[in-house]
């Protein structure tokens, strides 16, 4: 990943900022249907971060319910003003994903990974050089060391 951290970012109004203290564990690029029909688009990046390297700057994200492909729901949190998703929560609260292109500066977090491949639009090429799986992974085969180091603490401080 490049440098550049911390990182600032935010919702289109301003309302909410925040502030990535350091760069993610990982950055997917995930083309299910969920998130297809989620953000609107072809897939979603989310930079997966540490709850506790997140420092909101301004406003108070609005968490929102929804449901998610695996049943067990996903918290999306949105700028109470303009609606934008900032982050989801998923089953691990001590984890976000942070929607990558809420980040004033989106090329800090390219894709390490593309994943629901199977599912992905057909026009979308995948770029050569980038692991890419038709489902989800084994992430303890794939994320560096430092990361699953990071992974490890947060699923203990979740209890898990």
């Known amino acids: 990943m490049t440098t550049g951290f911390p990182a600032d970012g935010g919702c289109d109004c301003k309302a909410v900022r925040y502030r990535l203290a350091t760069e993610p564990m990982i950055v997917h690029c995930c083309h299910c249907r969920w998130c297809q029909r989620e953000t609107g688009s072809a897939f979603v990046l989310n930079a ?23 049943g067990r729901g996903q918290t999306i949190f949105r700028c109470p003003a303009c609606r934008l998703a900032l982050w989801s929560q998923y089953s691990i609260p001590t984890v976000w994903f942070v929607r990558v292109g809420t980040l004033d500066n989106p090329d800090l977090a390219p894709p390490n990974i593309h994943i629901f491949t199977s599912t992905k639009q057909p026009w979308f090429e995948l770029p050569a050089g980038v692991p890419a799986f038709p489902e989800y992974y084994d992430s303890t085969k794939l994320w560096p060391a430092a990361s699953l180091e990071r992974r490890a603490a947060a699923f203990a401080a979740a209890g898990r």
């Not at 540490?50 to 609005?62: Q, S």
């Open 48 to 70: 997966l971060i540490e709850k506790a390297r997140v420092e909101i700057l301004a406003g108070a994200p609005d968490p929102v319910a929804t449901p998610s492909h695996s």
